[in-house]
C-alpha cells in the first residue's frame, strides 16, 4: 500500500511536503527508448493500451528510470466512446479516428453508458496490476476525457484545429448536445470511479478542447459538465482526489474551482503565483513549466523549474508538471535533470 502521507497525495491536500511532489503528463511516452520497443512489440497503440500487462510495463518505465512522484496509467481519453460503440482505431501519422462518428441525432439518442466491468475491462485490469507492480512506491493516477471534449472527438469523428462540427451541433440543437454531455458525464463518472475502485489513488479529468470555447460556450458546455462529473465522482469515491486540467481556460479559474475539485492543472500561458492569487487556497494547483524548456540545456532548464517554484511561493498545494504533455522529441536526461532540480530547488527543512 502507498503511505497516505506520499507528498504527491499531500500536496493534493494542500498539506506540508517535504519538497514539491513532480510528475510530468505523457511521462510514458514515445520520447523513452523502452516505450518505443514496447510499442513496436505491441504492433499498435490500441493493442498497447487494451493490453494490461503492456499497459502496466510502459506505466512503470518512467517511474524506473526518474525520481517521479506519482505513475499515470497508460490509456487514451477516447476509451469511453470507443465502449460506446464509435469503431476508434488510430491512423499513423494521423491520430485518432472513429469509424462511426456521431452525424445525426439518432446516433446520439441511442448512446448508454458503458459498463466499466465489461467493455472497459482491460482498463480496471491494468489498474490493478500496476497497483500491484508499483509495490506502493509512489500514487497511481486515474484519467478520463471531458465530457466537451470527448463529444468534440465524438462528433468531429477525428482531431480538428476548430472542432466546427461541435460547436455548430451546440449552437444550433442546444438540447440535443447536453443531451450528449449528460450521457458523457455519467459515462466518465462511472469510469473513474470504477479506476479509483480499482486501485488509482487519484484521477485527472482532461478537457483538452475546453479552451477553444466563447466564454458563454465554456459556461454552459464545458464548465457545467466538468461540475457535474465532479459531483458525481465524489457520491461514488469520495476519498480520492480528482483535478481538473482544461487547457487554454485560465479565464475560467475561479469557476473550476468552484466545482469542487481538489487540485486544477495550469497550461504554461499563465503565471502560476497569479492564479494561486485568483483561487487562493481552494485548491492545490498542477504545473506549469512551458513543455518547450525541456529541450533546452540542463542549466536553462533548472532556472526556468525555480522560476515557476518561486512562481507559486512557500505554500501547501503545488504539484509541479508541465502545462501540457511532454514531446517525442525530448532528450531523457532532461528529464531527469528537471525532476532532480524541483527536489532540489523545493526541498524543505
Same mark, same amino acid.
Given at each position: 500500500?502507498?503511505?497516505?502521507?506520499?507528498?504527491?497525495?499531500?500536496?493534493?491536500?494542500?498539506?506540508?511536503?517535504?519538497?514539491?511532489?513532480?510528475?510530468?503528463?505523457?511521462?510514458?511516452?514515445?520520447?523513452?527508448?523502452e516505450y518505443r520497443a514496447t510499442r513496436a512489440r505491441a504492433g499498435?497503440?490500441?493493442?498497447?493500451?487494451?493490453?494490461?500487462?503492456?499497459?502496466?510495463?510502459?506505466?512503470?518505465?518512467?517511474?524506473?528510470?526518474?525520481?517521479?512522484?506519482?505513475?499515470?496509467?497508460?490509456?487514451?481519453?477516447?476509451?469511453?466512446?470507443?465502449?460506446?460503440?464509435?469503431?476508434?482505431?488510430?491512423?499513423?501519422?494521423?491520430?485518432p479516428k472513429f469509424a462511426r462518428p456521431l452525424r445525426d441525432a439518432?446516433?446520439?439518442?441511442?448512446?448508454?453508458?458503458?459498463?466499466?466491468?465489461?467493455?472497459?475491462?482491460?482498463?480496471?485490469? &491494468? #489498474?490493478?496490476?500496476?497497483?500491484?507492480?508499483?509495490?506502493?512506491? $509512489? %500514487? !497511481? @493516477?486515474? /484519467?478520463?476525457?471531458?465530457?466537451?471534449?470527448?463529444?468534440?472527438?465524438?462528433?468531429?469523428?477525428?482531431?480538428?484545429?476548430?472542432?466546427?462540427?461541435?460547436?455548430?451541433?451546440?449552437?444550433?440543437?442546444?438540447?440535443?448536445?447536453?443531451?450528449?454531455?449528460?450521457?458523457?458525464?455519467?459515462?466518465?463518472?462511472?469510469?473513474?470511479?470504477?479506476?479509483?475502485?480499482?486501485?488509482?489513488?487519484?484521477?485527472?479529468?482532461?478537457?483538452?478542447?475546453?479552451?477553444?470555447?466563447?466564454?458563454?460556450?465554456?459556461?454552459?458546455?464545458?464548465?457545467?459538465?466538468?461540475? &457535474? #462529473?465532479?459531483?458525481?465522482?465524489?457520491?461514488?469515491?469520495?476519498? $480520492? %482526489? !480528482? @483535478?481538473? /486540467?482544461?487547457?487554454?481556460?485560465?479565464?475560467?479559474?475561479?469557476?473550476?474551482?468552484?466545482?469542487?475539485?481538489?487540485?486544477?492543472?495550469?497550461?504554461?500561458?499563465?503565471?502560476?503565483?497569479?492564479?494561486?492569487?485568483?483561487?487562493?487556497?481552494?485548491?492545490?494547483?498542477?504545473?506549469?513549466?512551458?513543455?518547450?524548456?525541456?529541450?533546452?540545456?540542463p542549466a536553462t532548464i533548472r532556472a526556468q523549474a525555480a522560476a515557476?517554484?518561486?512562481?507559486?511561493?512557500?505554500?501547501?498545494?503545488?504539484?509541479?508538471?508541465?502545462?501540457?504533455?511532454?514531446?517525442?522529441?525530448?532528450?531523457?536526461?532532461?528529464?531527469?535533470?528537471?525532476?532532480?532540480? $524541483?527536489?532540489?530547488?523545493?526541498?524543505?527543512?
Amino acid at each position: 500500500m502507498t503511505p497516505p502521507d506520499h507528498r504527491f497525495l499531500r500536496a493534493l491536500r494542500r498539506e506540508p511536503v517535504d519538497a514539491t511532489p513532480i510528475w510530468i503528463m505523457r511521462q510514458a511516452g514515445r520520447y523513452l527508448p523502452e516505450y518505443r520497443a514496447t510499442r513496436a512489440r505491441a504492433g499498435s497503440f490500441l493493442a498497447l493500451a487494451q493490453t494490461p500487462e503492456l499497459a502496466c510495463e510502459v506505466t512503470l518505465q518512467p517511474i524506473r528510470r526518474f525520481a517521479l512522484d506519482a505513475a499515470i496509467l497508460f490509456s487514451d481519453i477516447l476509451t469511453v466512446p470507443d465502449a460506446m460503440g464509435l469503431g476508434l482505431h488510430f491512423v499513423e501519422g494521423e491520430g485518432p479516428k472513429f469509424a462511426r462518428p456521431l452525424r445525426d441525432a439518432a446516433s446520439i439518442r441511442a448512446l448508454g453508458v458503458p459498463d466499466p466491468a465489461t467493455s472497459l475491462r482491460y482498463v480496471t485490469d &491494468a #489498474v490493478r496490476l500496476i497497483r500491484h507492480e508499483l509495490h506502493g512506491r $509512489v %500514487p !497511481l @493516477i486515474g /484519467f478520463a476525457g471531458s465530457p466537451w471534449t470527448l463529444a468534440c472527438y465524438m462528433i468531429e469523428g477525428e482531431g480538428s484545429a476548430s472542432f466546427a462540427r461541435a460547436k455548430a451541433l451546440a449552437l444550433q440543437d442546444p438540447a440535443l448536445m447536453h443531451h450528449l454531455l449528460d450521457v458523457l458525464a455519467r459515462s466518465v463518472a462511472t469510469y473513474l470511479a470504477a479506476q479509483a475502485a480499482a486501485g488509482a489513488q487519484a484521477l485527472m479529468l482532461f478537457d483538452t478542447w475546453g479552451g477553444l470555447l466563447t466564454p458563454t460556450m465554456f459556461t454552459e458546455f464545458s464548465l457545467r459538465w466538468l461540475g &457535474a #462529473v465532479v459531483a458525481q465522482v465524489r457520491a461514488q469515491a469520495p476519498e $480520492v %482526489p !480528482l @483535478i481538473l /486540467f482544461s487547457k487554454g481556460a485560465n479565464a475560467h479559474l475561479e469557476g473550476l474551482a468552484d466545482t469542487g475539485c481538489d487540485a486544477l492543472g495550469l497550461d504554461w500561458t499563465i503565471d502560476i503565483g497569479d492564479a494561486r492569487a485568483r483561487v487562493g487556497t481552494r485548491v492545490a494547483l498542477q504545473g506549469n513549466l512551458d513543455p518547450a524548456v525541456l529541450a533546452a540545456t540542463p542549466a536553462t532548464i533548472r532556472a526556468q523549474a525555480a522560476a515557476v517554484l518561486d512562481a507559486f511561493g512557500p505554500h501547501p498545494g503545488h504539484v509541479f508538471n508541465l502545462g501540457h504533455g511532454i514531446t517525442p522529441d525530448i532528450d531523457p536526461a532532461h528529464v531527469a535533470a528537471l525532476v532532480d532540480a $524541483v527536489h532540489e530547488l523545493s526541498r524543505r527543512g
